[in-house]
């Protein structure tokens, strides 16, 4: 029986290595990945690896879509990279909404309540033209299976090179048919394992959003850690990075919203540096910023 195994000799695997070096150094670029527009992000994971899949885990309301639409935004707009972003949470309607404040700076608000006046109508109409014209791609099925989130990823890849998918999120996602009567934990596991599939047969990263537990005292403002993380999900287990979004909620009292940083917390990373970034939200453009 012959059985499709795809192994790479060791001679071709290590002149991979080197041809991806010497396209670095070529480029003058000092990360071996897809950039996500943060650079003290960039610096500690060498930006987004092919292959690996990006687990951004955090409480409610601390801007896990909108750091997921900032760097999907940065990738497709900046970089000219396809990006399917798979949204069974939102509408679709609701992510391009974001998409145009994202890029135009204009107030979400304003574009949803249709207060807009001549200079955002302005902004908004040549957002809308680069995002009309990006390759990125926005499917909002619900209740979306690991195989039919690959099966249009395959689609996609035929006509456009695939730089990145995103799930929003995790939690909406649900196992394929084969798995629907077997115990919960291995339906679990089997998402888990269907997307780190993806992002090695597709060839690039897959960011997954995740939403952490709240603490048992929601005033508590308790810091992330890894083991908050469910383990009956497997995503701890089949992530090659972790990132723990955290904002002090307490600083409020004291500080402008405007100066509250929100902290980016590796908790994994197989190929690069642990620590913390820190990012500015704009949550009324409905993005992150670099603090500089």
Do not use: H
């Amino acid at each position: 029986m012959k059985t499709n195994t795809k192994v790479m000799s060791n001679k071709r695997l290590i002149d991979k290595i080197f041809f991806e070096y010497k396209s670095i150094k070529k480029r003058k670029i000092w990360v071996s990945g897809i950039p996500t527009g943060f650079y003290d992000l960039d610096f500690k994971t060498q930006g987004l690896q092919k292959g690996d899949m990006i687990l951004i885990a955090g409480r409610s309301f601390m801007g896990k879509t909108a750091l997921a639409l900032s760097i999907s935004s940065y990738v497709a707009l900046k970089e000219k990279m396809t990006v399917a972003y798979f949204s069974p949470r939102c509408s679709d309607k609701q992510i391009m909404t974001r998409l145009l404040s994202i890029d135009s700076e204009v107030n979400i608000l304003d574009v949803v309540y249709g207060k807009i006046d001549k200079d955002a109508k302005s902004k908004l109409k040549e957002t809308a033209k680069r995002i009309a014209n990006a390759p990125l791609f926005i499917d909002d099925s619900p209740c979306i299976t690991t195989s039919e989130i690959r099966d249009r990823c395959r689609k996609l890849n035929k006509g456009n090179e695939l730089g990145l998918i995103v799930i929003d999120s995790l939690q909406y996602i649900v196992s394929d048919t084969r798995w629907r009567y077997c115990s919960i934990d291995k339906q679990k596991r089997s998402v888990m394992i269907g997307l780190k599939k993806l992002a090695i047969d597709m060839g690039c990263p897959v960011i997954v959003i995740s939403k952490l537990s709240e603490p048992v005292n929601l005033y508590d403002n308790i810091r992330p850690e890894v083991t908050n993380l469910d383990s009956a999900d497997y995503s701890a287990q089949y992530s090659d990075v972790i990132i723990l979004m955290y904002q002090d909620r307490n600083l409020r009292e004291n500080i402008p919203e405007k100066d509250i940083l929100t902290d980016l917390i590796i908790v994994k990373n197989r190929l690069g540096k642990d620590g913390v970034v820190k990012l500015r939200p704009q949550f009324e453009y409905s993005r992150f910023v670099n603090i500089t």
